[in-house]
């Protein structure tokens, strides 16, 4: 399966920045008809929809809250395309955490909201020809990082998710793709190592990957280095991943 941009009505997550506004530039570049931006608050949206009054449309969407989810739902009934790209990394360790409040959070974002968002449009994605869901994850879905203990937890979570995600929507003809970048040069990315990827590279990629039928994505150079190697020795790739310890 694959879908093409151009005239697809997308939604995008956590668009307000980093990974997803690029998102919506990208779409916007690529001929998208019409762009749902999700942010907890419209308002930070205001500067973006500036670039494309007529194709982007604010939308008040915590993906943790049950009636933000319904309410997107029931005004974006017209969507193609859905990105589930908002997620929140809380850098602690399992064990070293003071205690689960981190690790909650973001099993409701990264975990818990991609199913209520991929559950809630199901249904109007089996109305379109093409169709995709897009789930926004990370190398760490794959193996942890015990500095990033309970986000890659949450990570792990999401993939296993989204394969399941993909197996039940096959039969209505909706792709659905794993997008699994490497640290990434956002403000939630900011203390990772470098080198880091391009924001833009990660969203333009993971765009192609709809384009081509690519169900799981390794944007970027980086990403794919780390993948190859993960997919050559996992205990050895993960063996190194677990020398770097919480401070």
């Known amino acids: 399966m694959s879908q093409k941009i151009e005239n697809a009505v997308a939604l995008v997550t956590g668009a307000n920045r980093g990974i997803g506004r690029e998102f919506v530039t990208e779409l916007l570049r690529r001929g998208a008809r019409k762009i749902y931006l999700g942010a907890r608050d419209p308002a930070t949206l205001a500067e973006l929809v500036a670039l494309d009054p007529t194709r982007l449309v604010p939308l008040k969407l915590d993906v943790t809250n049950a009636a933000d989810v319904a309410n997107a739902a029931k005004s974006a009934d017209d969507v193609t395309l ?3 790209n908002a997620g929140f990394a ?4 399992v064990i070293s955490a003071p205690d689960l409040t981190i690790a909650r959070n973001e099993m409701e974002v990264n975990y818990f909201g991609v199913l209520a968002l991929s559950k809630a449009f ?4 089996a109305k379109a020809g ?3 869901i897009v789930n926004v994850l990370s190398i760490l879905s794959l193996m942890t990082v015990p500095f990033l203990g309970t986000y890659s937890a949450s990570k792990a979570a999401g993939l296993s998710a989204t394969r399941s995600i ?3 929507l096959k039969g209505q003809g909706t792709q659905v793709i794993a997008s699994m970048p490497v640290q990434v040069d956002t403000e939630m990315g900011k203390n990772l190592p470098e080198p880091r990827l391009k924001p833009s590279d990660v969203a333009s990629e993971t765009l192609d990957g709809v384009e081509h039928g690519t169900e799981e994505v390794f944007p970027g150079e980086l990403s794919r280095k780390a993948a190859t190697a993960f997919a050559a020795d996992p205990k050895g790739v993960q063996a190194h991943m677990s020398t770097r310890l919480p401070a």
């Open 130 to 132: 093409q169709s995709s």
């Open 90 to 93: 809380g850098e602690q360790g």
């Open 166 to 168: 993909r197996a039940e």
């Open 122 to 125: 199901a249904p109007i994605l």
């Open 82 to 84: 859905l990105i589930n």
